[in-house]
């Protein structure tokens, strides 16, 4: 299979750990270089971010149990790019 | 013929396999360089995803067999890019 | 006559040949280096395309004779690119 | 006076001849180097024509004899350019 | 003071002389380096110009002769920058 | 934990100390090359900043004592990026 | 305290000075490599403008005394940008 170049991720997180350490950690899972996470929503509970992460080959089973080791969960995939280059989408925003 | 450098793909997936392994299996179609798959529409069986493929030489029909492979259908094209270079659309968004 | 680089044009075409087929056979036409088609609009019988050609010396009979052959036909010209160099409209999405 | 470098015309076109030779045509007009034309309106008997016009000393007698000689008219000038290099408009689009 | 580099203007123009060679004329002042001037607006007796000016170390007041000269008026001052560069507004659009 | 590169930050300020020398001093953090802080709203007492902090390896904790220091306190935190680069999120503004 | 490498200004000026001298005065402040003033609104008796200054460390105070001294006054701060570099919001538009 091709690697994984880069996912866009929904996840819903407590609001403990915080956006910081939770994204410092996505950031630190093997074969991560980059993680950036933007909050899109803030619940009384929980708060919803979107989380891009960047490498050379992603493995989401490793995202996924650091996610959940984080008390977190990934709520659904936005976006999964992967091959030897990543490749935009054209027609967004269309 | 022409070769096709980017493909942009109306894709209706079941949930499984996850749009991770799909787009990466994808990834691995011989001739394609990078596969970028968006989530747009989420119905109770399937997913609605928008697929870019790019490659030096990309064939449709191998690609089509991989998807349904995937158990998934190609529901519609909706861009197609040929040539020794790729040409953007300068009215795409008017 | 300046040389045409760029073509964008607005085609009917039916449902076969496909999109893929059809763009791979006018990126074949001599002259033509890109071809990039956008599905704009698709009916019970026709689909519509924009179509952008771009290359050294297009020229629009040929283009639309290939047109006619794979039983599509141009129905109108949205714009036009000719001279040593493309220059891109400054006003586009005012 | 400064070298005109671009020009954005408004011309008013019959239907013959078609937008490509009448494009050709202004692009192989003495000192310029690339036209763009862009259909924006298609009546029962002419189209609207936004033509941009680049080169390093336009001359608009000269474009506008060109223009009348293929039976279409300035309908209007819409922006203007001049000097040893072209400078966008910073407000444009505000 | 510090040598102003570009000048957006409002002028008021009545339709003789015609926009080429307003500008043109604009575009050969002391100083400037390049012209570009956009209709605005078209009314019964004056046209209604946003006109772009930049260069090295531009006058107002010699701008503003050259302006009057031509039988047009500078209505309003829309935006000046100045310096050792030219600074853009990061707002602009907000 | 990989190191934070960038945090976007909503942050509470009283009107004194003033928003240039808040971020004059925020800029002044270890491990902080660069602060950008626009206000977004102001009320009778309390001025809300989105505040952009880059560098190698910022560290929240610092910053929010020095937040607080200067008598304004972090509201929310809108987006946190870390790694060996920073990734943009291909979905941002969709 | 970190440099001061950028300010956006929202200043209110009376007709006299005008624009130009205004801006011109202030890109010579000690400090101050760029200076660029936008028009936002129009009163009887006053102008808003939007000044973004540029340099390698800018100095309310002064900035602020020039202001005064050229009969107009710093009516709000919107933004401020300091450090080694200069880092943009990637939130701005959202």
Same mark, same amino acid.
């Given at each position: 299979?091709?690697?994984?170049?880069?996912?866009?991720?929904?996840?819903?997180?407590?609001?403990?750990?915080?956006?910081?350490?939770?994204?410092?950690?996505?950031?630190?899972?093997?074969?991560?270089? #980059?993680?950036?996470?933007?909050?899109?929503? !803030?619940?009384?509970?929980?708060? *919803?971010?979107?989380?891009? /992460?960047? +490498? &050379?080959?992603?493995?989401?089973?490793?995202?996924?149990?650091?996610?959940?080791?984080?008390? #977190?969960?990934?709520?659904?995939?936005?976006? !999964?790019?992967?091959?030897?280059? *990543?490749?935009?989408?054209? /027609?967004? +925003? &269309?």
């Amino acid at each position: 299979m091709a690697p994984v170049t880069r996912l866009v991720l929904d996840v819903l997180k407590p609001h403990d750990p915080g956006v910081v350490p939770f994204t410092a950690r996505l950031g630190d899972v093997e074969g991560i270089d #980059a993680a950036t996470a933007t909050v899109v929503e !803030v619940d009384e509970r929980v708060k *919803t971010l979107r989380v891009t /992460l960047a +490498g &050379e080959d992603l493995d989401l089973g490793t995202i996924r149990e650091e996610v959940e080791d984080l008390s #977190a969960s990934v709520h659904s995939i936005d976006q !999964v790019s992967c091959g030897s280059r *990543t490749v935009e989408d054209p /027609l967004l +925003g &269309e």
